[in-house]
């Protein structure tokens, strides 16, 4: 029997877990989508902090995986919108960036924007599902189902 990229394992250290990740690059979607399938979330994938943003409307992710330099709006401005969001809402979606830079000015403006974590590029695997399991909700509706 073979498995397909979108079916999450049953099992995995993000089961039950949907994730919305966004990269402009789509070999990197494809792999993260890969890893974070096999730990057992259900991955949307899009390729731009805009169509993020759209995807927001019909979706609520339980965290949010997003490049930070992206063409057009990048990740910080996705996290700045979504935090906008928050406000009128009242629903807080971890956002956790990927950058290849780690300075302080990119460290100062990720604050600034309230983005809940950040990875520096090469990120591998085990890292990736450590940030993202701690900043889950541990009652998601859907991990419990």
Not at 29 to 50: D, E
Not at 112 to 118: I, K, P, R
Not at 123 to 129: A, C, G, I, P, Q
Request: charged content about 25%; aromatic content about 6%; hydrophobic content about 40%.
């Amino acid at each position: 029997m073979s498995r397909f990229i979108d079916e999450p394992e049953t099992l995995g250290p993000l089961s039950g877990l949907h994730l919305l990740v966004v990269d402009d690059n789509r070999d990197a979607r494809t792999i993260y989508r890969a890893i974070l399938s096999h730990c057992g979330a259900f991955v949307t994938p899009v390729s731009s902090a805009t169509s993020a943003a759209r995807s927001l409307k019909q979706i609520q992710p339980d965290v949010i995986l997003t490049d930070l330099s992206m063409p057009g709006h990048d990740g910080l401005w996705l996290a700045r919108w979504l935090r906008k969001r928050e406000m009128k809402t009242g629903v807080h979606i971890p956002v956790v960036a990927i950058t290849a830079r780690d300075d302080i000015y990119r460290r100062e403006s990720m604050a600034e924007v309230g983005l809940d974590d950040w990875l520096v590029k090469p990120v591998s695997h085990r890292e990736l599902v450590r940030v993202i399991t701690r900043l889950a909700p541990p009652f998601s509706p859907k991990r419990s189902a």
